[in-house]
């Protein structure tokens, strides 16, 4: 029997721009205007908040909206405020209450005052960076290298390093989807991609209508990331430094261009529906089985609350 979310439903009528983020117990929404997250608090109420998008007109804003160029500053500003708002959602839900205070805590409190979540949230976003790094440039390049004393890798070595990395992301992936609180997260995820699709589709945002859509959509952070690691097996072969820490330099400074290239496809595979675009996004779509899972009635209700603030005014604003 063929899975509820896998069954064929009415196709999207409207391919909107909207794009999301799973939080802590809820939803960010970011729309063409306007972005809005919703969590539900300890209380069960949804604390829903929306805030302007900042566009800029100037010379410099242009140029952030140049083909292969816009995916940079695109990646940058979503995990900025994606890790805002992830941070807000442990405020609202509770998460962060959860434990008592450890002495630690409660001297970092003390010295820092309202200042301490702005430290902490950049001290772990460097942490996020250099961990990626670590574990998607050095030790696929360390482990190539290491191979190379034992047999002659070649021009196999960009492919070898690829498939190490993606073997990486999807073993990671897995791994924390067993948590708890991550397949809560990954239940929002699922919330997320399914009122957008209902959305799209040109059906009323209500959970019985948000149940019946799937849970994979093309333009999901999975299918990007992996474009990126697949596209960077293109682009990396052209580094042929043997050395882990050259090569690791070297990746870094095209990091930009293979980013730029995968937005570009993303944006092709939310716009069109034909086989060029299917091809590039069947994987990204299977790999969505680890990052999103089904949701419940309340989650669903709280991604409602989410998307409403955004939806747009007209539809031709909202139009690829």
Not at 191 to 207: D, P, R, S, Y
Not at 247 to 273: M, Q
Not at 284 to 310: C, F
């Amino acid at each position: 029997m063929v899975p509820e979310q896998e069954q064929a439903c009415p196709r999207a009528r409207h391919k909107s721009k909207i794009g999301g983020q799973a939080l802590i117990e809820g939803v960010m929404m970011r729309g063409v205007h306007k972005t809005a997250m919703a969590v539900r608090k300890p209380d069960q109420q949804i604390e829903v908040e929306v805030w302007e998008n900042h566009t800029p007109k100037s010379s410099a804003g242009r140029v952030k909206r140049w083909p292969f160029v816009r995916g940079v500053f695109n990646m940058i500003e979503s995990l900025t405020v994606g890790y805002r708002c992830l941070m807000k959602s442990a405020e609202i839900s509770g998460a962060d209450l959860e434990e008592e205070p450890t002495k630690f805590d409660l001297w970092l409190e003390k010295h820092f005052g309202d200042k301490l979540m702005k430290y902490v949230g950049w001290i772990s976003g460097v942490l996020g960076v250099l961990l990626a790094i670590v574990l998607f440039m050095l030790v696929p390049s360390l482990i190539v290298w290491g191979l190379g004393f034992l047999f002659d890798v070649g021009i196999w070595r960009g492919l070898i390093e690829g498939v190490i990395k993606i073997g990486i992301f999807v073993g990671y992936m897995a791994l924390v989807g067993k948590i708890p609180d991550m397949r809560r997260l990954y239940q929002y995820h699922g919330a997320e991609h399914k009122t957008i699709a209902c959305f799209e589709a040109g059906e009323e945002l209500k959970v019985e209508n948000i149940r019946k859509y799937p849970r994979f959509h093309p333009r999901c952070g999975t299918s990007f990331i992996f474009l990126v690691l697949f596209l960077g097996i293109l682009i990396f072969s052209v580094v042929t430094w043997s050395n882990p820490v050259i090569r690791t330099l070297l990746k870094l400074a095209l990091l930009p261009v293979v980013v730029g290239i995968a937005y570009e496809l993303i944006k092709l595979a939310g716009r069109y529906d034909n086989l060029f675009t299917k091809i590039i996004s069947w994987p990204g779509l299977k790999l969505q089985h680890l990052t999103t899972k089904e949701p419940d009635g309340e989650q669903i209700e709280v991604a409602i609350e989410s998307v409403k603030p955004v939806l747009p005014d007209n539809l031709e604003e909202d139009r690829w």
